[in-house]
């Protein structure tokens, strides 16, 4: 199977897992925990699970994790923690709705960056899946997320969706002995630990009950919902979503990165019941067009010296 076919396969896995965060956060959030808490449970939770998988690929090549280090406190840091308090912040001021349809324009920064920087006018096939996939996304999310809200949130939001950009750009960096899953699982712990001294700091708020929560129609303890999210919506999201990236560039990769509001519809319709209107089914395939618009970027060069880890295959797809 070609790399690229590989990497678009790992990062549609990426984006379906990440979907399946909202649907099993929520029960979290109705029983009182508020949504930093949560943030910091799951990144945690999934670089402890992933930290067995990190051990394995680096096999005792501790000297990658050194040379990797800007990109790990990147994807720790920014891509998680900045990220993640940017966008509880914006949604304290605006709608949730229209802080996503904000913070997925990501794609689009790095379509802009890439014009800024080269000063070269993107290929008409990069403008018009750019053009389709933003479409898209305003009818998944909803056209009334296009409305005028607070200015602030709107700022705060916008650099939730610098900080998502930052994610595909230090994911699709060349690896330089650094697997996928290792900067997976050293970034979520590094981004968990940052949010939770940012808690401890007061500048979040951090709430956590444990009793029982409703799920799927059926009283649960607040541990499974948890786990669901720690493992699926993050452990093998972030590694897969990384992996693809590494193979698909970050342009590409960010936007298959949108299906993850189509997936999100789809499961909060099987989990939570909430109806997928006729409007919703159209933006998803203008998303799924405005992909397959969008022409593929050369590989990142792997090092010589990069092990191909039999755990990553493993792990795509989460």
């Not at 402890?48 to 096999?59: A, G, N």
């Not at 891509?79 to 304290?92: D, E, G, K, M, P």
């Not at 970050?250 to 936007?255: D, E, I, T």
């Not at 006729?278 to 010589?304: D, K, N, W």
Request: glycine content about 12%; some cysteine; overall charge positive.
């Amino acid at each position: 199977m070609k790399p690229q076919t590989v990497g678009l396969v790992a990062a549609v896995t990426s984006a379906a897992t990440f979907g399946t965060s909202g649907a099993f956060i929520k029960p979290l959030l109705e029983a009182g925990w508020s949504p930093a808490a949560a943030v910091t449970a799951r990144a945690l939770i999934a670089g402890v699970l992933l930290l067995p998988f990190v051990l394995v690929s680096l096999r005792g090549r501790w000297d990658a994790l050194w040379r990797g280090r800007w990109r790990i406190l990147g994807m720790g840091v920014i891509a998680v923690a900045f990220t993640q308090l940017s966008y509880f912040a914006a949604i304290s001021r605006i709608p949730v709705s229209t802080a996503l349809l904000v913070e997925y324009l990501a794609p689009l920064l790095l379509v802009l960056w890439v014009w800024a920087t080269t000063r070269r006018m993107p290929r008409p096939a990069v403008l018009l899946g750019s053009a389709l996939a933003i479409g898209g996304l305003v009818l998944v999310i909803g056209p009334g997320a296009l409305q005028a809200v607070d200015p602030a949130g709107i700022m705060l939001a916008f650099a939730a969706a610098i900080g998502c950009a930052v994610y595909f750009v230090v994911a699709a960096r060349p690896a330089d002995g650094l697997p996928p899953v290792a900067l997976a699982g050293a970034g979520l712990l590094l981004g968990g630990l940052t949010l939770g001294l940012a808690g401890l700091a007061g500048a979040v708020p951090m709430a956590v009950t444990f009793t029982d929560v409703t799920m799927l129609g059926t009283v649960a303890p607040w541990y499974v919902p948890l786990g669901v999210v720690a493992l699926f919506a993050t452990a093998i999201a972030y590694a897969t979503g990384i992996f693809g990236s590494s193979r698909l560039g970050s342009r590409l990769a960010s936007f298959v990165g949108l299906l993850e509001v189509v997936f999100a519809s789809i499961f909060a319709w099987l989990v939570v019941g909430e109806a997928l209107t006729p409007l919703q089914m159209v933006g998803g395939a203008l998303i799924l067009a405005g992909i397959a618009s969008i022409p593929a970027e050369p590989a990142a060069p792997r090092a010589a010296a990069e092990p191909v880890a039999a755990v990553e295959p493993s792990l795509a797809k989460g």
